[in-house]
């Protein structure tokens, strides 16, 4: 089994709507993270969060928020879906230093 | 504020040969450098975690240094194969910042 998943894989939305992206982790790091990689631009930061307590805005947090339900769970929502919103979304976790991805999802907001 | 740059943005190669994959950096107090694998569609692959106080780390074929005063790390694969093909992506933690800042990655095409 996957150390890092994400659900769902794959999502097709409409402008508007509320979507929420899934994370979990069975590697027991505190620190997980969510990017987003948009083609030619690298994986952006959207937020972080080093345990259930402590959650940070990245560098593109402007219409997202995100929950920590525990230590392995950490979830983004989308409140209200914008086409420039479509892009690649990555969960990660880390621990000494190192990162370690979930598969992504991909969402298209049409 | 941290930049990472990545040249080529693609690369093309015949089966067999060595290449390397070359990432720079503008400001060097970094806490480490990461090299990562993405297959299309897929997930990021570490491949390499190079600590700050290092100067190189090798894996199999793969051999990445890096060079904090001059803001370069360079990933080298030796005797390339088709199953190499992927986009390879550099990144950077800086001291004092929490999470990484990624290049744009290299697209790496081995020809049979």
């Known amino acids: 089994d996957a150390d890092v998943t994400q659900t769902p894989r794959n999502r097709i939305t409409k402008t508007g709507k509320r979507i929420m992206l899934e994370c979990s982790q069975t590697?027991?790091?505190?620190?997980m993270y969510w990017y987003r990689q948009d083609p030619g631009l690298g994986l952006r930061l959207i937020y972080y969060?080093?345990?259930?307590?402590?959650?940070n805005k990245g560098e593109i947090s402007d219409g997202y928020s995100v929950s920590r339900q525990a230590q392995a769970k950490f979830s983004l929502s989308l409140e209200s879906a914008i086409p420039n919103q479509t892009a690649l979304y990555f969960c990660?976790?880390?621990?000494?230093?190192?990162?370690?991805f979930g598969p992504g999802t991909r969402l298209t907001v049409l | 504020k941290q930049e990472v740059t990545q040249i080529p943005a693609a690369l093309s190669v015949p089966e067999g040969e060595n290449l390397v994959l070359n990432c720079s950096f503008t400001?060097?107090?970094?806490?480490?450098l990461q090299w990562f694998r993405q297959d299309p569609g897929k997930g990021l692959t570490s491949l390499l975690l190079?600590?700050?106080?290092?100067r190189e780390q090798t894996s199999g074929r793969l051999n990445a240094s890096l060079d904090k005063s001059s803001g370069r790390s360079t990933l080298y694969i030796a005797a390339s194969q088709p199953g190499d093909s992927a986009t390879y992506l550099c990144?950077?933690?800086?001291?004092?910042?929490?999470?990484?800042?990624f290049g744009s990655g290299t697209r790496l095409q081995v020809q049979p």
């Open positions: 990660a976790t880390s621990a000494g230093g190192e990162q370690f």
């Open positions: 590697k027991g790091h505190d620190r």
């Open positions: 969060s080093f345990d259930v307590k402590d959650i």
């Open positions: 400001d060097s107090a970094i806490y480490n």
């Open positions: 190079i600590q700050s106080s290092q």
């Open positions: 990144a950077v933690k800086s001291t004092g910042r929490r999470a990484l800042t």
